[in-house]
Each structure stands twice: as C-alpha cells, then as structure tokens.
C-alpha cells in the first residue's frame, strides 16, 4: 500500500516554530519532486514549498520565503518543512505531496502530484 503520513502539526503561538514531516510508506520519495500545501477553512488549497528530492533544489512560495525550509532525508524516506516566526495566516491543514517522477525545477501546482497525505493541522494563535 502506497501513502504519505504527515505529522508535526499542532498548536503555537505567533512567532513559534514547528516542524512537520513526511513519511512515505511503500514507496521511495527519492527521485521525485515532494510538495507542501496547505488549506484553511473557506480557502482553497495552495503551495507553500517543493523540492526536487533528487537534486535538493528547492520553491517556495513568496508568503514563506525566508521564514519555511523545507529539507529531506532520503535515509528515513522522509521531507520536512521548518517553519519559523509563524503567523495566524498560517494556520491550516498542511498536506504533503509526491509526484511520480522528477522535473528539474520542481512545481508548485497541485496537478502534477498524485500522492496525497492525509493533512496536519497547524494552528497559530495567541
């Protein structure tokens, strides 16, 4: 059974820091392009960061420059995204994605991943 597990979310205060991870299970995250997005109630989905887990270049969107990393560790089969001085506008349901294969500058549309994990919740409130 092929699936992506997110975990790391939860609740912090404006400024914190959290880190969430993606597992893959019965399937490799090497040599394919791994995203984050993220929903919050009444918006649509949108694209925080990817990387291309071959290369480790890397997006992201402009809302999270310089204050999101995303990162992988091929070893546990695993992406991370770090995520500093958090605001309330980043509070939703964060989704890890994969596609099937890799593209040199990985893509920011949600289109191009077939691999879904189930969601996190990431919630920034005082």
């Known amino acids: 059974q092929l699936y992506l597990e997110e975990s790391g979310g939860g609740l912090v205060q404006p400024g914190g820091s959290l880190r969430l991870s993606c597992t893959a299970s019965g399937f490799t995250l090497n040599y394919r392009n791994i995203a984050w997005f993220r929903q919050a109630p009444g918006k649509q989905r949108e694209a925080v960061s990817c990387?291309?887990?071959?290369?480790?270049?890397?997006e992201y969107v402009d809302s999270v420059k310089g204050r999101f990393t995303i990162s992988r560790d091929n070893a546990k089969n695993t992406v991370y995204l770090q995520m500093s001085s958090l605001k309330p506008e980043d509070s939703a349901v964060y989704y890890c994605?994969?596609?099937?294969?890799?593209?040199?500058?990985?893509?920011?549309?949600?289109?191009?991943?077939?691999?879904w994990g189930q969601g996190t919740q990431v919630t920034v409130s005082a």
């Open positions: 990387i291309n887990n071959e290369r480790g270049t890397t």
């Open positions: 994605a994969a596609m099937s294969l890799v593209f040199r500058r990985c893509p920011l549309s949600e289109h191009e991943y077939v691999y």
